[in-house]
């Protein structure tokens, strides 16, 4: 019966002694006998593993045994082999032989064990993983609710620990949830479905232990649990994610807002936005409609490179102004090509309703590149119409001031000039009276006009400070000079000190700071009647700042305490009984103080009625570089060394030959260019130290030439470019210093102020200066003052060279004859721009040969045209009637002293003709024929290349030359295929 047991099993005495045992006793302790049983005990480790000794534990379970009749224990065994072996051991009390005995019953649970450790490893493992989870996680059941936990669970809702947590699980939930629903019952009902389906999720609102709302979602999941299922509830806090929602619903509408508030700016402000991508394709933002009448999505296109595309959809090259569409072309290709650093363009739009064409500018600058070209540019659009049209009124305004400026300052330079002039030894004294009368009138207007002509400047924001070194003393003595014979005129004395602290050479604007005395002067000297006038310099601090203190005081009539703040006022003039019978504008204090403010310095005045007044006039000039003050005085003249390289650019042939002949004077071989075009190719080639440039040029004007020489390379940012123009308007110095010129020069040239722009702008170093006399300007002789030609004004223009002068007389019958018909042509054709520039030209030139007559009245034309509307039939009568006059004057001229060639002859035709170069000949045939047929404005920058390479062709030659000259292009285009032909008979 013991080895059917199917446990191991052995009989004890109580002394310990082996009885028997059974089959499974020796398999599982590995005895080889009964016999080898007896030795158990010897078998036995010396300690358990929780540290009892062996022995010690039998004797204690064994006297359990027969005490209570059983015990059960697990002890450990080491086998024969070596193995450790477990075992659960039973030992229940028996009788054996009239006595009690034990038997031992043994079971093996090593396999048991071994599951048991790697259940338990498992257990482990998931224990770390799940308090390594960065979500709470809990086990939940129906009944108990939270069964378990991992780590984040109560460091989530603020437990101190997980047996906490665990035990008020439900009551880190609100009575209620944000629906109403008992949280109770809800997430019981949860937990049912969860289990029911294997899986849910939704959001839920519990608490923290301190109460406060704790937003979560909850994800639940069936698992198996311990032998059970249960719920597995990952819980992830939606408290910052909430935040960021509710940051990005705030963001969100701050963007509305802020949209709504730019859209409102946008329609405000006239702006729209644009986008161009892919080099064509082109986006405006909604205002596109508001402010031309085009919905988006007609306007798609920029037009360069697909140009298929019709109305509608547009291409924005198709809604602009027809005289806008190359410039703005242009204006792209040169941001495109890197000439400008972003892209900027004032066009004209044609609105879609009302077909007007409105004023815009537009700028924008790429936000990508790819192989060097823009691939997306964003920019925005301003209707800028209205600030156009007041700037035409305002332009109207300062035409008609220069205008009038023009027409009244030229007469009265010739009175005051003639008077200076006239002989007045016999008259008798009521003449001289009357004549000196006309002259101090005379020189009152005049002042009178520069007074309202300068405060129309600084009105428009047009005057500007250019500060150079100069010499302060040498200023003050000139202005002491002329101011102090004015005072001596009027029995006064006149006195001046200049203090010796106070610098020679100072950094500042001298021709502004010259008015701003010499206003001061006038005024003391107008007012007082007798006494003295003093101007006295100082060089004083205040407030840490250093000034120059130029200080005027008299012993006038001085100014009543309460009228004091009003004296600055513009056109107001105090006490009018006091002031009867001297005349003024009222400007002359209020232009000296804008000029100090502009200067950032103060003005101040102390008057006693009746007893004279104190200016003080306060300005932060530093001192100057004592070796660059080197203004040349107009008693030392210019002249150039070697190496000095002066471009002068003009369209026409005798504006080119008068300044390369005034030039020479300083030693100077000057190189021409006739267009914009042959300019930029010259400077290429050549370094300048000096360029004039011509502003009004038929193709690229002179701003435009600029700003691409400027473009070149570092030598042409710096290098001084002087502007070379007949245009006298209020205005247009300001206007060529905004595009990058350095200076101005005025047509028809003066000696002295050419004389000082080359002392001012030729590199120091590459000049002398000699005392030689510059000359004076022309002294008119009263037999030329009625004549349409004055013949002493214009041989000074052509500096004083009477042989220049006659080339250039014929050069004004060859090249402006036709003149006349070609205005009258061109506005014909609605060609307004041509016709302005003939005007303009036609302007310049007559008035180099003293044409005045003739070019006032080619000024007015221009004037009229350049408001783009044509000439009436009154102006164009009297500009023909000038014109005629003048002409009838060189037939006389031609018979007194007969010109070169003959009048009307070609200037060529004396000269030896260079030998044709047929190779030549034919490429710019083929180069010229095409541009002639489509009557393109780029024929004309060909003019060099005709004079030089098709001239020798004889006749025909200078006949296509003078017909591309007067863009004659049709007939210019017959000439030269009659050119072509005889090359081709002479040459098959």
């Known amino acids: 019966m013991l080895d059917a047991i199917p446990l191991a099993c052995s009989l004890w005495d109580r002394h310990d002694t082996f009885i028997d045992c059974n089959q499974e ?32 534990l039998i004797k204690e379970m064994a006297a359990a045994a027969y005490k209570d009749g059983s015990t059960t224990f697990e002890l450990m065994y080491q086998t024969l082999s070596g193995k450790q072996l477990c075992v659960e051991t039973t030992f229940v009390r028996v009788p054996w032989k009239n006595k009690s005995c034990l038997a031992a019953y043994a079971r093996d649970l090593t396999q048991i064990k071994k599951t048991e450790r790697l259940a338990q490893e498992a257990d482990e493992r998931t224990r770390i993983m799940l308090d390594a989870m960065p979500l709470a996680c809990v086990f939940l059941n129906e009944q108990d609710g939270a069964i378990d936990c991992n780590a984040e669970a109560p460091r989530l809702f603020g437990a101190h620990s997980k047996q906490e947590f665990l035990e008020r699980y439900y009551d880190y939930m609100p009575e209620l949830q944000p629906d109403g629903l008992s949280s109770l019952a809800e997430m019981r009902r949860r937990i049912r479905l969860a289990l029911k389906t294997g899986y849910g999720r939704s959001q839920w609102m519990h608490l923290t232990a301190l109460g406060e709302k704790l937003p979560v979602e ?79 999505e007609e306007v798609r296109a920029l037009g360069l490179l697909d140009r298929t595309i019709r109305y509608p959809p547009s291409r924005w090259i198709d809604i602009l102004h027809p005289e806008d569409y190359e410039r703005n072309l242009r204006e792209i290709d040169d941001y495109y090509c890197g000439v400008t650093n972003h892209y900027r363009s004032e066009v004209r739009i044609r609105h879609k309703i009302t077909g007007e064409y409105l004023w815009a500018v537009s700028s924008g600058i790429a936000t990508e590149w790819k192989d060097g070209k823009p691939v997306v540019i964003i920019g925005g659009l301003f209707n800028i119409d209205d ?15 220069a205008s009038m400026s023009h027409e009244i300052r030229t007469p009265m330079n010739a009175i005051i000039g003639m008077s200076d002039l006239m002989r007045t030894d ?23 006009i520069n007074d309202i002509l300068d405060f129309s400047k600084i009105e428009a924001g047009k005057m500007h400070l250019l500060p150079v070194n100069f010499n302060l ?77 130029f200080i005027v005081e008299d012993t006038g009539i001085g100014i009543r305490k309460e009228d004091v703040s009003k004296i600055f006022d513009t056109f107001e003039q105090l006490d009018a009984w006091q002031n009867r019978g001297i005349s003024g504008t009222g400007l002359g204090l209020s232009i000296t103080k804008r000029l100090v403010e ?39 003249c210019v002249t150039a060394k070697d190496g000095v390289n002066v471009l002068v650019v003009d369209d026409s042939a005798i504006n080119i030959k008068v300044a390369a002949a005034y030039l020479e004077k300083h030693h100077i071989k000057a190189d021409t260019a006739g267009n914009g075009l042959d300019a930029i190719k010259k400077t290429k080639q050549k370094r300048y130290h000096l360029i004039f440039m011509d502003h009004m040029m038929p193709g690229m004007d002179g701003l435009e030439a600029v700003r691409r020489i400027r473009a070149l390379d570092d030598w042409y940012k710096t290098s001084p470019i002087i502007a070379l123009t007949a245009n006298a308007v209020s205005g247009a110095k300001e206007m060529f210093f905004e595009n990058k010129m350095d200076d ?139 014109f005629d006059a003048m002409i009838a004057q060189l037939g006389q001229i031609m018979e007194e002293q007969p010109l070169k060639g003959s009048f009307g002859a070609s200037p060529s035709s004396e000269k030896p003709r260079a030998a044709l170069d047929r190779t030549r000949s034919f490429a710019l045939i083929e180069k ?61």
């Open 25 to 56: 006793a020796l398999r599982l302790y590995e005895m080889p006998s009964k016999q080898a049983f007896s030795s158990f005990l010897k078998r036995m480790p010396g300690y358990q593993p929780d540290g009892t000794p062996s022995t010690e």
């Open 218 to 296: 909850v994800i639940m999941v069936r698992v198996e649990w311990n032998g059970i299922f249960c719920i597995a509830a990952y819980i992830r806090d939606l408290r910052t994610l909430y935040k960021k929602e509710k940051e990005v619903q705030k963001a969100e509408q701050e963007i509305l807002l802020k949209k709504r508030h730019l859209d409102i700016m946008a329609d405000i402000s006239k702006f729209v936005y644009w986008e161009l991508s892919g080099e064509d394709n082109i986006v405006f933002s909604s205002q596109f409609e508001t402010q031309f009448g085009y919905k988006t």
């Open 387 to 401: 600030i156009k049209r007041t700037e035409s009124a305002a332009n109207a305004k300062t035409q008609f001031l």
């Open 426 to 448: 016999n008259f008798d004294e009521q003449q001289k009276e009357f004549f000196s009368d006309i002259k101090k009138m005379s020189k009152a207007l005049l002042q009178i």
């Open 473 to 549: 003393p040498e200023l003050l003595n000139n202005i002491v000079s002329m101011y102090g014979f004015a005072a001596r005129s009027k029995e006064l004395d006149f006195e001046f000190g200049i203090d010796a602290d106070v610098p020679s050479v100072i950094y500042g604007d001298d021709i502004r700071i010259r008015q701003i005395i010499t206003n001061l002067l006038s005024n003391s000297i107008k007012y007082t009647r007798k006494g003295a006038v003093c101007l006295r310099v100082k060089y004083i601090r205040e407030n840490g700042v250093n000034y120059t203190a």
């Open 598 to 636: 502009m200067m950032n310095g103060r003005i101040d005045v102390k008057s006693e009625y009746g007893n004279g007044s104190l200016f003080t006039v306060l300005l932060p000039l530093r001192e100057g570089d004592a070796s660059s003050a080197g203004e040349i005085t107009a008693s030392a």
């Open 744 to 882: 101005f020069l005025s047509k028809p040239i003066d000696v002295k102020e050419l004389n000082r722009l080359l002392a001012k702008w030729l590199p120091p170093d590459m000049i002398s200066k000699s005392t030689e006399e510059t000359r004076d300007s022309v002294r008119f002789r009263a037999a030329d003052r009625d004549s349409p030609i004055d013949k002493a004004l214009g041989i000074h223009y052509a500096a004083d060279d009477e042989a220049l002068y006659t080339e250039l007389l014929q050069d004004f019958s060859s090249a402006h004859r036709q003149d006349i018909q070609k205005i009258q042509t061109a506005m014909d054709s609605g060609d307004l721009r041509l016709a302005r520039l003939i005007a303009h030209s036609l302007k310049s030139s007559a008035a180099l040969i003293g044409g005045k007559t003739l070019s006032a009245a080619a000024q007015a034309a221009e004037t009229s045209l350049s408001g783009e509307r044509i000439l009436s039939t009154r102006e164009m009568d009297r500009l023909k009637a000038e």
């Open 928 to 988: 010229l024929m095409p541009l002639l047929k489509i009557s393109s404005t780029a024929a004309f920058d060909l003019k060099d290349d005709i004079r030089e390479i098709l001239t020798p062709v004889g006749e025909d030659g200078e006949a296509l030359l003078a017909l591309v000259a007067d863009f004659e292009f049709e007939k210019a285009a017959v000439v030269l295929e009659k050119i072509r032909e005889t090359l081709r008979r002479e040459n098959p």
